[in-house]
C-alpha cells in the first residue's frame, strides 16, 4: 500500500531537535549580518553571538506571537506599521538580555530591524535546511502535498 506524500513528507522532515539547531544557527547568521553591516550594533564573540541567537529565538517563538495579538487593533489601523515595532522590541530585548550584544542608537536599531526582516525574505525565497522551521515548514510540507 502507497504512502500520502503528505505522511512522507512527515517522516522525512528533521526531528525536533534538529529544527530547533537550524532556527537557532539561522538566528545565528541574520544577526552575524546585522552586526557586520552595520557599525551601531556590536557582538563581543561568537559565544554572545550564539546567546544572542538562542535569546532572540525564544523571544520570536515565545513573546512575538503575543504581542502582535494584542497589537492587531493597532496593526490594523496602522497597516502593519506596528508590527515592525514589535520587531524592533524583540532586537531591544535581545540586546537587554545579551551584554555581549549591543545596538547603540535607534536608527541603528531600525535598520537593525530591516536588515532582519530583509534576511528573512530573503531565506525565505531560497531553498536550504532553514525551509524545515516555524512557517518555512508548514510551507514545504503544503508545497510537498
Do not use: Y
Not at 26 to 32: D, F, G, H, I, R
Not at 73 to 78: D, G, N, R
Amino acid at each position: 500500500m502507497r504512502r500520502s506524500s503528505r505522511t512522507e513528507a512527515r517522516d522525512s522532515s528533521p526531528s525536533f531537535p534538529v529544527r530547533l539547531g537550524i532556527s537557532w544557527l539561522t538566528n545565528a547568521v541574520v544577526l552575524a549580518v546585522v552586526a557586520g553591516l552595520l557599525g551601531g550594533v556590536r557582538v563581543h564573540d561568537a559565544g554572545d553571538l550564539f546567546e544572542a541567537a538562542a535569546a532572540f529565538g525564544v523571544l520570536n517563538t515565545l513573546l512575538k506571537p503575543l504581542l502582535r495579538l494584542v497589537t492587531l487593533p493597532l496593526a490594523i489601523v496602522s497597516f502593519g506599521v506596528a508590527w515592525f515595532f514589535v520587531s524592533l522590541l524583540m532586537l531591544l530585548l535581545t540586546t537587554a538580555i545579551v551584554s555581549g550584544f549591543q545596538i547603540h542608537g535607534f536608527s541603528a536599531l531600525v535598520l537593525a530591524t530591516l536588515i532582519v526582516w530583509l534576511v528573512n525574505v530573503l531565506l525565505d525565497l531560497a531553498p536550504g535546511p532553514w525551509q524545515l522551521t516555524g512557517k518555512r515548514r508548514r510551507r514545504w510540507r503544503r508545497d510537498g502535498e
